[in-house]
């Protein structure tokens, strides 16, 4: 049996490759009828601080999993004292926190933009003054776009500051970076040491919010192979076990820099479900029960679409327009919202851009960002 703290559409992901392996499960999530709930996992509805859920939890497992880092460290690192939790606690307190990620990428010589604690806002100012432009974020919580502020000026400083403020965590200040591109790598490890990479895709954004992956991202051979790199000296450095999402720049010197991790399967890995010999969430479910990992290997070009709240009702009125290359995920999430990630979409093909013009008269994504990434 093997438990999932977080019941969201990474968990549902998983519980849909571990069936398929012969795997049970058994989530721990606050809303009833999670995702992972709806693709047969049975549920303890309970706050992820709950010690008696969690102890309900680690009765009932072999092993435990998080599939989101917005958990409770001390939790999870009570819950890891009672039943096999390969992750670990300390890997999500890193990642939980910007200043101790930026600081351990750092001490692994991983390249990473330069960044100030700040307490007061008088802190941003000399921020401001010594790294040019900014990225105000809120040391913890936050994710697809929240908790951050861009300040390009002194003028935005004091609204920057106040609103972030109010989320009444610490504040960091990462020198704002100009790049060419932005790229993932999914990488993945198991206890006896064993590591595998996907390959990397290219990421857009829109309001922060991940929109179109591309796979493999258009890179020349020795910056992809450098990419991977990064990502295996970072797993072993955190002596990964499962899969981890290393965010990254691509410079305009061609040079990386590394933006953040995600210590569970990631967004722009969702490809590999119909793209790749193994998908992320299989290779994570055989990382945590130490089985060997699988290969990575791309067998088409891919692409990766978000949808969105915005997105769905349109696309379902159109289902019948897809192009034939397209495989359609949906999460059954009960409250579509704009900016909540409904599903993905994803499509392999020799020609990625011979997609642009059957996505582009779907009308559903924007035409400009299509343009971009076909």
């Known amino acids: 049996m093997v438990g999932l703290l977080g019941g969201g559409q ?17 989530v721990l999530d606050p809303a009833s009828n999670c995702p992972a709930a709806l693709a047969g996992a049975k549920q303890i509805t309970s ?12 009765d009932a497992c072999d092993v435990v999993s998080y599939e989101f880092e917005n958990v409770n460290a001390d939790a999870v690192a009570w819950l890891e004292e009672r039943v096999d939790l390969p ?19 750092e001490e692994l010589a991983v390249p990473v933009a330069p960044f100030q604690k700040i307490i007061t806002e008088k802190d941003v100012s000399a921020a401001f003054d010594m790294l040019g432009g900014l990225m105000l974020k809120t040391v913890t919580g936050g994710y697809d776009g929240r908790g951050q502020a861009r300040i390009s000026s002194t003028a935005q400083i004091p609204e920057a ?42 990421n857009l ?30 797993a072993e450095g955190l002596e990964l076990v499962g899969v981890l999402g290393v965010e990254m720049f691509v410079l305009p010197d061609g040079k990386l820099q590394v933006n953040e991790i995600a210590p569970r399967p990631h967004n722009s890995g969702h490809f590999t479900q119909n793209a790749c010999a193994t998908s992320q969430f299989e290779q994570h479910l055989r ?10 290997e791309l067998h ?17 009125e159109k289902l019948k327009d897809l192009p034939p290359e397209a495989k359609l995920h949906l999460y059954g999430k009960q409250d579509c919202r704009s900016g909540r990630k409904m599903g993905h979409l994803n499509l392999t093909s020799d020609s990625l851009e011979s997609l642009l013009e059957p996505l582009q008269n779907l009308g559903v994504w924007d035409a400009d960002l299509l343009n971009k990434m076909l």
């Open 287 to 296: 990382a945590i029960t130490n089985l060997a990992l699988g290969s990575t």
């Open 47 to 58: 706050a992820y601080d709950d010690f008696e859920a969690l102890a309900e939890l680690a």
């Open 300 to 316: 088409k070009p891919a692409l990766m679409l978000n949808i969105l709240g915005e997105h769905l009702p349109l696309l379902l």
């Open 87 to 105: 992750q670990g606690s300390q890997l999500l307190r890193i990642s939980q926190n910007r200043i101790r990620e930026k600081t351990f990428l």
């Open 161 to 202: 500051f106040s609103t972030l403020s109010q989320a009444k965590t610490e504040i960091v200040a990462e020198q704002f970076v100009h790049f060419e591109m932005e790229i993932s790598v999914i990488v993945a490890r198991n206890r006896l040491g064993e590591i595998r990479c996907f390959t990397p895709a290219e």
């Open 10 to 26: 990474l968990a549902q992901m998983l519980v849909l490759a571990g069936h398929a392996m012969g795997f049970r499960f058994i």
């Open 205 to 234: 954004h829109k309001k922060n919010i991940l929109t179109i992956s591309r796979i493999p991202a258009r890179l020349v051979p020795e910056v992809s192979e450098q990419a991977q790199n990064v990502a295996k000296k970072i």
